[in-house]
Every structure is written in structure tokens, then in C-alpha cells.
């Protein structure tokens, strides 16, 4: 299994960035896929995830600035992001759940995670 995050970089204060991430070699059905950020010195935090039947939830620092979305069809899911600010600086992991039915016939969930994609707004 293989998520690959992309779309950081570097951008000024009030600018945009869209953050992509495609999965690959997931047998099972995605469930919810979501962002996490990281900005040093700080524990990772939820930004925004979307569910399988597509509710979504966003941290309170990025409402109304932020929406993720997702093409079930490309297995990828995205993160648009306006009004950034220097706050938002981080890398941002992208994460997805997973249910697969083992031999055994059990619904085994698993969560896997991107690497991560750097973010930075200046000021």
C-alpha cells in the first residue's frame, strides 16, 4: 500500500495551495481519508477528513478556509487550502482507512499514512 502526497510548497500569506494524495495497492474499500499537519516542535493534529459516504470534518483553525474532497473512482482525495496563513506552516501527512475481510472472514481495519508534504507560508 502506497499513499503519495503532493501539491506543498512555499507560498505567501493569503495565497492558495492544493494538496493531492493517491493511494495504491489497496485491496480493501477506503473508508475515510483525511489530513493530518505537523509543525515542528508540535504533536500532529486532525485538519480535515472525509468520510465513505462523504460527511466531512475540519479542524477549527482551517473552517471555512480549507475543504477536502475526494475521487472514490482515482482513489485520491484532496486538500484546497485558501487564505493561508503562517500558522499553517507544517508537513502535512495525508491518511486513509481501510476494511479488508481476512481469510478467516473478519473485518480487519487498518489506517495507512503518506510521507508528507511540505507546506510553508511566509509572512
Known amino acids: 500500500v502506497q499513499l503519495q502526497a503532493s501539491g506543498g510548497g512555499l507560498v505567501q500569506a493569503g495565497g492558495s495551495l492544493r494538496l493531492s494524495c493517491a493511494a495504491s495497492?489497496?485491496?480493501?474499500?477506503?473508508?475515510?481519508m483525511g489530513w493530518h499537519r505537523q509543525a515542528p516542535g508540535k504533536q500532529r493534529e486532525l485538519v480535515a477528513r472525509i468520510s465513505g459516504g462523504s460527511s466531512t470534518n475540519y479542524a477549527d483553525s482551517v473552517k471555512g478556509r480549507f475543504t477536502i474532497s475526494r475521487d472514490n473512482a482515482e482513489n485520491t482525495w484532496y486538500l484546497q487550502m485558501h487564505s493561508l496563513k503562517p500558522e499553517d506552516t507544517a508537513v502535512y501527512y495525508c491518511?486513509?482507512?481501510?476494511?479488508?475481510?481476512?481469510?478467516?472472514?473478519?473485518?480487519?481495519?487498518?489506517?495507512?499514512w503518506g510521507k508528507g508534504t511540505q507546506v510553508t507560508v511566509s509572512s
Open positions: 495497492g489497496i485491496t480493501g474499500r477506503i473508508n475515510g
Open positions: 491518511e486513509a482507512d481501510t476494511t479488508t475481510i481476512t481469510p478467516s472472514g473478519e473485518f480487519e481495519v487498518q489506517r495507512f
